[in-house]
Each structure stands twice: as structure tokens, then as C-alpha cells.
């Protein structure tokens, strides 16, 4: 089975302070890893993803993540955080050895407000 | 590219009405759909997985016949809520994978419907 862990409900950031949002994850095999932000009463918009290669990825909006196979852990940040950053960041995993099209699972959430 | 169009946005109905929520993929295939339920300040929670042609599969302490899912061509897949009572009350989002689109691209998701059942 699959599981994936966000330990912080919510993640309070100075404006222009570097932010991290933290993911971790349980897979039986190789995982895909995602992340996803979410805006009042909107839909999940896709921020980046972790297949394979390099260790650090970037994605939309200035966001990068370090996958650390070791920790197992896919945590996102960003150098210097805007206050349109504040919204709802999910993580997701996919486990890519459990063959077929394997359902993706969420994590609980993780609000960030960046105060101006 | 890749945009799925959801409606409605909101709706408030009364107690015991049916409601319909469409998802549709506007500039693709979208052989699969997933519909999900998020209750404030929670994750997704993933109530069905519809193919178009064939019955959608529905996790488990999903009420099929409460939650009936359509997916009759590549491009639209419904859900319908019916006899709808205030615990029903959620936003429902879906999303929706490209036709021949492998495991390690991300879900498309339509903008979601607040249905509210007074």
C-alpha cells in the first residue's frame, strides 16, 4: 500500500523568506511523486513532479523539490515566498511497480499563508 | 492544453433533489475520470473511477446507488447525487487522464462544484 504524509496542517511564511512544505511517503516500489496547489473553491493545479533523474526538480510558479530516497521525503520549497503563494499545497504519490495505472494518494494538505 | 471544464460551480438545492455535476475534457480524450470529495480543511477523498464504456469502480463506503457516475464518451462523465440530503453537502471535484497518457503524468482537474442541500 501507498501512503503519503504532510506533518504540518499549516505553514505561516514571512513575505520574501525562503518556505518549505514538508512531504513524506510510503511506497512497496519506485514512487512517482507529485505536488498540487489548491486555491479558494478551485479545482488542484499541477506544480511539479518527481519520476526519476535528478534528485531536485522544478516546477511552475518558482517551486522546486529535493526527492531524498533515503528519507523518503519529496518536500517543497521556494526561495523567497509571495503572498499569492498562500493556498492549499497537496503532495501525491503514485507507486510505479505496483502495476496497471495505479491510483494516486493525497496527502492531508498543507496550507501556506505568507504574511505581507 | 489538457483543460476539464466542470459544471456546475455552486449549487444549493433542497433536501431529496437529484443533482447532476458534468465533467468534461475540452481539448482532449480523457479515457479515465476520477471524482473526489473534500470536506473543508481535508484531502481529496477519491469516490469512484469511471472508463468510458464500462462501469465506474467505486472505493469502498461509496453508496453506488447514491452516487450514480456516467462516463458515456471520451470527453464527459457525470455524476449524479441523488435524493441529496444535507450530508451531502461537499465540494466535488474531477479529474480527468489523457487517452494513452502513462502513470507518471499529473491528473488534470476541473475547478470543482460546492453543492450545498438545505
Known amino acids: 500500500a501507498q501512503s503519503v504524509a504532510q506533518p504540518e496542517d499549516q505553514v505561516n511564511v514571512a513575505e520574501g523568506n525562503p518556505l518549505t512544505v514538508k512531504c513524506t511517503y510510503s511506497v512497496s516500489g519506485n514512487p512517482y511523486l507529485f505536488w498540487y496547489v489548491q486555491y479558494p473553491n478551485r479545482g488542484l493545479q499541477f506544480l511539479l513532479k518527481y519520476i526519476t533523474g535528478d534528485n531536485l526538480v522544478k516546477g511552475s510558479y518558482g517551486f522546486e523539490a529535493e526527492f531524498n530516497k533515503s528519507q523518503t521525503s519529496f518536500h517543497l520549497k521556494k526561495p523567497s515566498a509571495l503572498v499569492s503563494d498562500s493556498a492549499l499545497y497537496f503532495c501525491?504519490?503514485?507507486?510505479?511497480?505496483?502495476?496497471?495505472?495505479?491510483?494516486?494518494?493525497f496527502g492531508t494538505g498543507t496550507k501556506l499563508q505568507v504574511i505581507p | 492544453g489538457a483543460v476539464v471544464s466542470q459544471h456546475p460551480s455552486w449549487v444549493i438545492c433542497k433536501s431529496g433533489t437529484s443533482v447532476k455535476i458534468e465533467c468534461r475534457s475540452l481539448?482532449?480524450?480523457?479515457?479515465?475520470m476520477f471524482w473526489y470529495r473534500q470536506f473543508p480543511k481535508q484531502s481529496l477523498m477519491l469516490m469512484a473511477t469511471s472508463n468510458e464504456g464500462s462501469k465506474a469502480t467505486y472505493e469502498q463506503g461509496v453508496e453506488k446507488d447514491k452516487f450514480l457516475i456516467n462516463h458515456a464518451s471520451l470527453t464527459l462523465s457525470t455524476l449524479t447525487v441523488t435524493s441529496a440530503h444535507p450530508e451531502d453537502s461537499s465540494f466535488y471535484i474531477c479529474?480527468?487522464?489523457?487517452?494513452?497518457?502513462?502513470?507518471?503524468?499529473?491528473?488534470?482537474f476541473g475547478d470543482g462544484t460546492r453543492l450545498s442541500i438545505l
Open positions: 481539448d482532449f480524450q480523457a479515457t479515465t
Open positions: 479529474s480527468a487522464r489523457l487517452q494513452g497518457e502513462g502513470a507518471g503524468q499529473p491528473q488534470h
Open positions: 501525491a504519490v503514485r507507486d510505479l511497480n505496483s502495476g496497471g495505472y495505479q491510483k494516486v494518494t
